[in-house]
């Protein structure tokens, strides 16, 4: 069993940045693909970046691309979500899934584990 557990969320004006942090316990999750993914009120889940186990391969939403980046350290059984130049679009609950290495990084079903979510906001 893993659990997940993310940190960092916050409040942060337009143009800023926050790190989100998501720290595994119970199991190691270094041959993992992990992922992030976000709710906004009132709308469906969504995938916004992933990883594989390796770190070498990361994949990003088109919304995203160019403003977010992800990053793991298996060593401390942890994976990073920077998120620069945020945007009030960008306010939502943020969670971390893992799902096993290989699988479709976009497909929600394909993770097995997920944290309980941070909330970010962003004022504009």
């Known amino acids: 069993q893993v659990q997940l557990v993310e940190s960092g969320g916050g409040l942060v004006q337009a143009g800023g940045s926050l790190r989100l942090s998501c720290a595994a316990s119970?199991?190691?999750?270094?041959?993992?693909?992990t992922g992030w993914f976000r709710q906004a009120p009132g709308k469906e889940r969504e995938v916004v970046a992933s990883?594989?186990?390796?770190?070498?391969?990361?994949y990003f939403a088109d919304s995203v691309k160019g403003r977010f980046t992800i990053s793991r350290d298996n060593a401390k059984n942890t994976v990073y979500l920077q998120m620069n130049s945020l945007k009030p679009e960008d306010t939502a609950v943020y969670y971390c899934?893992?799902?096993?290495?290989?699988?479709?990084?976009?497909?929600?079903?394909?993770?097995?584990?997920w944290g309980q979510g941070t909330q970010v906001t962003v004022s504009s």
């Open positions: 899934a893992a799902a096993q290495s290989g699988s479709n990084w976009r497909a929600e079903n394909a993770y097995r584990y």
């Open positions: 119970g199991r190691t999750i270094s041959n993992w693909l």
């Open positions: 990883i594989s186990w390796s770190g070498v391969y990361t």
